[in-house]
Nanobody, 116 residues
Framework: QVQLVESGGGLVQPGGSLRLSCAASGSIFSFYVMGWYRQAPGKERELVAHITRFGTTNYGDSVKGRFTISRDNANAAVFLQMNSLKPEDTAVYFC??????????WGKGTLVTVSS
């Protein structure tokens, strides 16, 4: 059984920064991909970013240039540095991990609210 636990969400003003973390525990093995999706109220879940075991990254168009994803393979952890946050970034952010490109495991989510 694999568990993914997110942390680092909260309330931030527009233009501010937050860093999300996600750590895997349980039957850990080498995930091919780890990443983040988000879901805003009334909207579909959308890809924020993912990173492969080899460091290849992919970002959603709305966050390119503002967010940076990184991972710690040894500790099965993934991080999301979010800068220049906008109110439209408000959402629940979900960490995921997959043995291939698609998600196999999900965290429960952490809420990010961008508001003045």
């Amino acid at each position: 059984q694999v568990q993914l636990v997110e942390s680092g969400g909260g309330l931030v003003q527009p233009g501010g920064s937050l860093r999300l973390s996600c750590a895997a525990s349980g039957s850990i093995f080498s995930f091919y991909v780890m990443g983040w999706y988000r879901q805003a109220p009334g909207k579909e879940r959308e890809l924020v970013a993912h990173i492969t075991r080899f460091g290849t990254t992919n970002y959603g168009d709305s966050v390119k240039g503002r967010f940076t994803i990184s991972r710690d393979n040894a500790n099965a952890a993934v991080f999301l540095q979010m800068n220049s946050l906008k109110p439209e970034d408000t959402a629940v952010y979900f960490c995921y991990a997959g043995v291939r490109l698609d998600p196999d495991y999900w965290g429960k989510g952490t809420l990010v609210t961008v508001s003045s």
